[in-house]
């Protein structure tokens, strides 16, 4: 680690002990559950009531607070994960290897709701559930991605080599993410035309793009808890034998 | 390094030779994949014609799928992997040289099988010196995105399933270049961009996927 | 001492512990191997030996602790060029005649003591040159694959149950080899239910079956 200066290194390695981030967790999840709540309240007010109507979509469009954002999330809980996975193969860091696997299923859960979301939308834009739009198909196989990811690490026994083939396949999936997109763009635009482009809209009005960025930032709050929440069980389950978790149980009852 | 680099290639070409039978047996499944199809759908000519490419494409990833298997299932089971994984040189090359040899046993059959394939289909002749390019660069990055996936699930007893959700959506856009190209090859178009684009994807997956691969190999020994 | 090991090595266990499914199998082991040494580990089936060596041999990562070859970490070191490996599989091809195996094995290592033919015929497997293997017996098998260990050069010999299905001959044909490797300065870790005849101040035990 010597290319990392030592004070940083050494708040990583503080950080990512185990016991510490337990007790940091649970200080910390209250907190972000109000803001949540909070953030998830305003957007969802003012995303249905204080947002105008659009003058082609109607209020169809509205479903966009749910849709964008999920499919937001999609993607930046894949480069969290293969963030986590390359910290966790090169520093051998436990939480790191925790976090990978405890981000697949909200990873995945995102995907499969902008995936639904959008085609909920498309029944009344397209006339149809389902059209091979690039989006559409690049969130399809980006779920394809997360459930490998999910199903071999439920297929290795020994967690920690599992630990590490999900982490060297997130690394995988994150290089070849944007060669993915970028090939489903071009096969999009060859096959289906300018038909579909007006689901992207070159401008947004301010009065409903705030509430977009509102609910943006909600679901940022809701993936931290559900993240820590999740790594803090998969922490306990694995930490099981250590001392930390025998003198933690032995207080609390 | 270079000997046993080639000790590798010749090591495994040997062994294809010697079980010959399990070694073509993913050019069959090509074969009888690809003769499903208009027994399937129809044997109208225009009809086929139109889907020739994308035929002949989805049937060759399922036929490399198909092969993949035989990558290092049997230097797992017989301890020649732990045997490779300590050698002093690098496992990375060693690997690579694994790999080579399965392209060169699973790839090349499909090269000289496919274009055949695609005159039965009725696929236009302008298209076959294209549908020849694409197959020479993208049967190798078919291999060698592929040895990720099995270097993963080699020690899984059911891995099969597994092994084509991982590599299967990683293989999406040599399919979509290649089966383009192909295409608009057949209608006369030039390709330039998509041929330039699979030799860029062909020369980023020969520097980058013999990493992960040695890396979940180790993994998997574990 | 022969020249090829002239300078000391030494394999260095500190604090070591592995832990499997949960349960711990050993924890705190440190041993010191040097040249013309032999570490035998007794212990149960299920005590951890295999799981020690699979460490040693990088296989498997140890849950706490350090291995040290002359001093440095194995992945900094020359280990791999230094060691090898019989284990539970005989790693060799059943496909490949007994020669193409060794050719193998020797492009993967370094040349040693031994030419294939010399190593061939101190196995008793001269004349079974170019068999396959899927025609010999277990017993031939397993003494082609204690060949590789003649054919590279190498200090320290790892061997996981190097006496099973041999018989009486073949597993006197292994202590001498063993006899031989150590008094020239090799070092030697193996499993082994067989009681060794090796002299005892070779022999250095460790004993795994678990203390608590």
């Known amino acids: 680690m010597s290319f990392v200066p030592a004070p940083i290194s050494r708040f990583f390695h503080r950080m990512a002990s185990p016991p510490h981030f337990y007790c940091l967790t649970n200080k910390l999840l209250p907190w972000l559950t109000v803001i949540f709540i909070l953030l998830l309240g305003y957007g969802l007010y003012a995303g249905l009531y204080l947002a105008p109507t659009d003058y082609q ?3 169809s469009y509205r479903i966009i607070y749910v849709h964008v954002p999920a499919a937001w999330m999609s993607l930046f809980i894949y480069v969290v994960m293969a963030t986590a996975g390359a910290i966790g193969l090169i520093w051998r860091i436990k939480l790191a290897d925790i976090m990978v696997i405890c981000s697949a299923p909200i990873g995945a859960s995102f995907t499969f709701i902008a995936l639904v979301t959008g085609s909920l939308w498309g029944k009344p834009m397209w006339g149809t559930w389902w059209v091979w739009d690039a989006r559409l198909t690049s969130e399809l196989i980006l779920l394809f991605l997360y459930l490998g990811i ?3 690490y439920g297929a290795i026994e020994d967690k920690r080599s599992a630990s590490r083939a999900v982490s060297i396949l997130a690394l995988v999936g994150v290089v070849n993410i944007p060669i993915i997109h970028y090939s489903v763009e071009w096969w999009n635009t060859l096959h289906q035309g300018p038909t579909v482009t007006k689901i992207d809209k070159p401008s947004i009005h301010i009065d409903m793009l705030i509430p977009l960025l509102v609910m943006a930032i909600a679901f940022k709050f809701y993936h931290l808890i559900a993240l820590l929440q999740a790594a803090k069980v998969e922490l306990l389950k694995r930490e099981q034998n250590s001392q930390w978790v025998k003198t933690m149980l032995e207080s609390e009852t | 390094m270079i000997s046993a680099f080639f000790a590798i290639v010749r090591r495994d070409l040997i062994l294809a030779v010697r079980l010959r039978a399990e070694a073509v047996n993913p050019v069959f499944f090509f074969i009888l994949v690809v003769t499903l199809f208009p027994l399937g759908i129809g044997a109208e000519t225009k009809l086929l014609q139109t889907m020739a490419t994308g035929i002949i494409w989805v049937s060759a990833l399922r036929a490399a799928m198909l092969s993949l298997d035989s990558l290092f299932r049997s230097d797992f089971d017989d301890g020649s992997l732990e045997q490779l994984l300590l050698s002093p040189h690098p496992l990375t090359i060693l690997v690579f040289a694994k790999i080579i040899a399965h392209w060169l046993v699973t790839g090349l059959p499909l090269l000289i099988v496919a274009p055949l394939l695609a005159v039965f289909l009725g696929l236009p002749q302008q298209a076959l010196g294209t549908l020849l390019i694409t197959l020479v660069l993208v049967t190798p990055v078919l291999s060698l995105i592929g040895s990720i996936g099995v270097a993963l699930t080699v020690g899984l007893r059911r891995g ?18 290649a089966s383009n190209a192909v295409a608009m090859a057949g209608n006369g178009y030039a390709v330039d961009a998509q041929i330039n684009i699979l030799i860029a994807i062909l020369l980023l997956s020969v520097v980058l996927a013999p990493l992960p691969a040695a ?8 | ?17 592995c832990f499997r499914d949960d349960r711990l199998l050993f924890e705190g082991l440190d041993f010191t191997l040097e040249n013309s040494q032999v570490l035998l580990l007794e212990g149960k089936n299920g005590s951890g030996k295999t799981s020690l060596l699979r460490i040693i041999c990088g296989f498997r990562e ?4 350090e291995i040290l070859w002359c001093g440095n970490a194995i992945e900094d070191s020359d280990f791999f060029a230094q060691m090898a490996y019989v284990g539970h599989l005989d790693g060799v091809k059943k496909e490949l ?6 050719k193998t094995a020797l492009a993967l290592g370094r040349p040693g003591k031994y030419s294939l033919d010399q190593a061939l015929e101190k196995v008793h497997l001269a004349g079974y040159d170019n068999s396959l293997v899927q025609s010999l017996s277990a017993g031939q098998k397993r003494r082609l694959s204690l060949a590789r260990l003649l054919i590279s050069s190498n200090t320290l010999w ?4 190097p006496f099973t299905s041999l018989d009486k001959d073949g597993i006197s044909l292994i202590e001498s080899l063993m006899h031989e490797h150590i008094t020239a300065g090799g070092m030697i870790i193996l499993t082994s239910h067989h009681d060794l005849v090796l002299h005892e101040s070779y022999v250095q035990k460790i004993n795994l079956s678990p203390c608590h």
């Open chain 1, 57 to 59: 979509q109607g209020d």
């Open chain 1, 150 to 152: 999910i199903s071999l």
């Open chain 2, 160 to 177: 099969g399933m597994i092994l084509s959700l991982l590599v299967l959506p990683l293989y999406v856009p040599v399919l979509i270049f």
């Open chain 2, 215 to 222: 890396a979940a190999l180790k993994m998997s020994m574990s």
């Open chain 3, 1 to 17: 001492m022969p020249d090829h090991f002239s300078t000391r090595q030494s394999l260095q266990a500190r604090n070591l512990s």
């Open chain 3, 62 to 65: 140890q849950d706490d602790g």
């Open chain 3, 97 to 102: 005649t007994v020669t193409e195996n060794l």
């Open chain 3, 158 to 161: 790892i061997l996981d149950e």
